[in-house]
Every structure is written in structure tokens, then in C-alpha cells.
């Protein structure tokens, strides 16, 4: 019997063979073809499953959102082949017949995963941010995936900032993505004289002492801050976990971010919230996808 996971990021896919303990193993990873994405998703998929010990039973799979956990479609924003919807799950069944698959959002699978062996292993309930091209998330409480109607709860990067002002790719306008997503502040920074390109040299520069560099991460770490400490207030959680590679911007990121949570989280319940860096990394969203498949009790 062999259990597999299955990451569906924005540029390339993930599997591995999930051990006992829910621990992926033997990873692999392809770079999402821009035409054809089954044929390379199945491709990997049967590539793993040799590396297993008998026939699949359970594949958990983790997406870039949205999904939609009920119809097992997912329509995720940056692969334009699927972004009007793809019957992911119906394909993965087709694939090892007679197998359970589960599917979740990543946010909440990279949240579980920092809940269960990460940095919320001292904690049953938590908030995942995950910093990069975009903003995403996800709920664990009680230890558990909180998945919401449709396995979207988390979607944090789609609250409202006060910095706020431009179309988001979602289609709203203001929303905390379009500030604090590493495109976002290196665009902010771009606008006022700044001459790089990525998040990497934006964090580079603020350590160097660029001011407009510093500044652009001020104001990503506040409007980040604001919004950690309301989603805190909303659900109840004392831990956040951020992650993602526009989290490893340097204190210049960091510290505005724990002044601006601090600032706002006054309520008796989450005065004592911390925010700390994620500790999984990029297996983070993988590793969620394998307890799921090792079907850890992960969901409420
Ligand atoms: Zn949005």
C-alpha cells in the first residue's frame, strides 16, 4: 500500500511517496508546462508511485487556489490552462482507481504542516501566511484544518488594507496582496526610484541602508502587521507562522510587521500573539499534503 502527495504550486508541481509517519519521501518536482499540465502531473504522479511499495491507496493533494474541495476541481490563477477549472481529483482517482483523494488549499496544508512538525508544534491552533508572488493562507484550529464551504478559509491575502488602492489579480481593489505580496513592494518601490527587480534585491538593499528599499518593506510589513492582528482577533489564535520567500526580506520586513501586530492587537485574547518565521520551508505545502494522504485526522 502507498500514499502520495501531490503539490500544485503556481510554477511547478511537487510529489513524493508519503511514509507511515506522514513524512513525504523521495520527493520530485517538474516545472508546470504551459500546455499539457495533466499528461506532466500524471507523468510525476506514476513516477513516484513506482518508488512505492504496492498499489496507491490515498493521494492528498494540496493546490494553489482557489479550489473547490467539494466539486475536487481547482482553478488556480497562475496556470491559465486550469484557471477556468480542472476536475483534478476526478483525473487523480482515474489515474490509481479504488484510491482515497483528498484535496486542499496550499495555505492550509503548509498551516498544518508547521502546526504538526513545524513552528506551531507547541500549539493546537494557528494562522499560515505564505509570502511570495502572491499572499496565501491558512487556518488550523483544534489541530485541524479549518476548510470553509469550499476549502478556500485562509484566503488572508484578500483582506482589505488601509495602503491599499489597486485592482487586485482577484478582481477587488485594495487588497492586501496588491501591498505586501513581494511583486507589490518591489512595484511600490519601482514607482518611487527604485532600480531592481525582486523581492531577493529588495531585502538586499534595505540591509545595505537603500532607503526607498527600506521603505517599500515598512509599508509591506505594517499593512502585513494590520492585517495578521485582525485575522488573529477573528479567529481566535495567539501563533501565526509566516513563510513564503518574500519572509526571508530581513528585519527590515519583520520589524514593522511584529510593531504593526503589536499596535493592533489589544484584545485580552491576543495580546499574547507571536508571529514567527515558518520552519518547513518550501516542503512545507508538500509535507500538509502528506498528512493528509496519511490521513492524520486533519480536517474538522
Ligand atoms: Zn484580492
Known amino acids: 500500500m502507498t500514499a502520495l502527495a501531490l503539490d500544485v504550486g503556481g510554477t511547478k508541481l511537487a510529489a513524493a511517496v508519503v511514509a507511515d509517519d506522514g513524512t513525504p519521501v523521495e520527493a520530485r518536482s517538474v516545472p508546470i508546462p504551459s500546455r499539457e499540465a495533466w499528461g506532466a502531473c500524471a507523468g510525476l504522479l506514476r513516477q513516484v508511485a513506482e518508488i512505492g511499495a504496492g498499489p496507491v491507496t490515498a493521494v492528498g493533494i494540496a493546490s494553489a487556489g482557489p479550489v473547490d474541495t467539494v466539486a475536487g476541481t481547482i482553478c ?56 511570495g508572488t502572491g499572499i496565501g493562507g491558512g487556518l488550523v484550529l483544534g489541530g485541524r484544518i479549518v476548510s470553509g464551504r469550499t476549502g478556500n478559509a485562509g484566503h488572508i491575502g484578500h483582506i482589505v488594507s488601509p495602503y491599499g488602492t489597486t485592482v487586485c489579480a482577484c478582481g477587488g481593489v485594495g487588497c492586501v496582496e496588491t501591498v505586501a505580496s513581494g511583486p507589490s513592494a518591489v512595484r511600490w518601490a519601482r514607482a518611487h526610484g527604485w532600480q531592481g527587480h525582486d523581492g531577493a534585491a529588495l531585502g538586499a538593499d534595505a540591509e545595505a541602508g537603500v532607503g526607498v528599499a527600506a521603505a517599500a518593506l515598512e509599508r509591506a510589513g505594517t499593512a502585513l502587521g494590520q492585517v495578521i492582528a485582525s485575522a488573529a482577533a477573528l479567529t481566535d489564535v495567539t501563533r501565526v507562522v509566516v513563510g513564503g520567500g518574500f519572509a526571508q526580506s530581513g528585519a527590515h520586513l519583520w520589524r514593522p510587521m511584529l510593531a504593526a501586530a503589536a499596535r493592533h492587537a489589544r484584545l485580552r485574547f491576543v495580546r499574547d500573539l507571536r508571529i514567527v518565521p515558518a520552519e518547513l520551508g518550501a516542503l512545507g505545502t508538500l509535507t500538509g499534503a502528506s498528512i493528509v494522504a496519511a490521513g492524520h485526522d486533519w480536517i474538522n
Open 76 to 131: 488556480p490563477i497562475n496556470i491559465p490552462e486550469w484557471s477556468a477549472g480542472f476536475p483534478l481529483v476526478e483525473a487523480v482517482h482515474s489515474l490509481f482507481p479504488g484510491s482515497r483523494v483528498d484535496l486542499v488549499l496550499d495555505g492550509a496544508a503548509a498551516a498544518l504542516a508547521e502546526q504538526r512538525v513545524g513552528a506551531g508544534r507547541d500549539v493546537a491552533d494557528l494562522l499560515g501566511v505564505v509570502l
